[in-house]
Antibody, heavy 121, light 106 residues
């Protein structure tokens, strides 16, 4: 059974940092592209970041709204993906979902339960 | 970025057929996917690549379309289908989502 479990959320001040972690199981993590998608309270979904596998040199892509502030990374030995978030802003307040990318067509075929990040003074 | 436009809400009666539309600002070929999100839950993949049913999804759900116009159909609608439905494209970078269509049952 595929499982994605996010941790690391919380309440932080604007300008601070936070690192999210996503533990995965039930599939071959090392050849899977992973993503973070977020959802502000009562709002729609926004793709945040993608990290490809070792065969694609771990290439990372980011939404313009987080480029230069967020860094996605992975540890294939632990089947984990991370999101380092720096210089957080009020508008980064959201539930952050770890998602698996389905190679056929690039849909998000599995989602974690999400972790809440609140940025507020 | 590719903008996906969905109607904000629909209300239907159980047993009816409902179509939810998603219009892209530019062609996305058939790289359109549909998700269902119930309150307090994570989204769930329903349809991938416009018309392919995701694993475990009831055959009441179907998808169609290509280019810029796509449709998710539920037939017949059941009470458990009350949810928000999002479309998402993966043809043009970055990946983008529609704002969602909230489906309510009468």
């Amino acid at each position: 059974e595929v499982q994605l479990v996010e941790t690391g959320g919380g309440l932080v001040r604007p300008g601070s940092s936070l690192k999210l972690s996503c533990a995965t199981s039930g599939f071959t993590f090392s050849n899977t592209w992973m993503n973070w998608v977020r959802q502000a309270p009562g709002k729609g979904l926004e793709w945040v970041a993608l990290i490809k596998d070792k065969y694609s040199n771990y290439e990372a892509n980011y939404a313009e709204s987080v480029k230069g502030r967020f860094t996605i990374s992975r540890d294939d030995s632990k089947s984990r993906v991370y999101l380092q978030m720096n210089t957080l802003r009020d508008q980064d307040t959201a539930t952050y979902y770890c998602t698996r990318l389905h190679r056929s067509g690039a849909s998000f075929d599995y989602w974690g339960q999400g972790v809440m990040v609140t940025v507020s003074s | 970025d590719t903008v996906l436009t969905q109607s904000p809400a629909l209300a239907v009666s159980p047993g009816e057929r409902v179509t939810i539309s998603c219009k892209a600002s530019e062609s996305v070929s058939t790289r359109m996917h549909w998700y269902q999100q119930k309150p307090g839950q994570q989204p769930k993949l329903l349809i991938y690549k416009a018309s392919n049913l995701a694993s475990g999804v009831p055959a009441r759900f179907s998808g169609s379309g290509s280019g810029t116009d796509f449709t998710l159909t539920i037939d017949p609608v059941e009470a458990d289908d009350t949810a928000t439905y999002f479309c998402q494209q993966s043809w043009n970078g970055p990946y983008t989502f529609g704002a969602g269509t909230k489906l309510e049952l009468k």
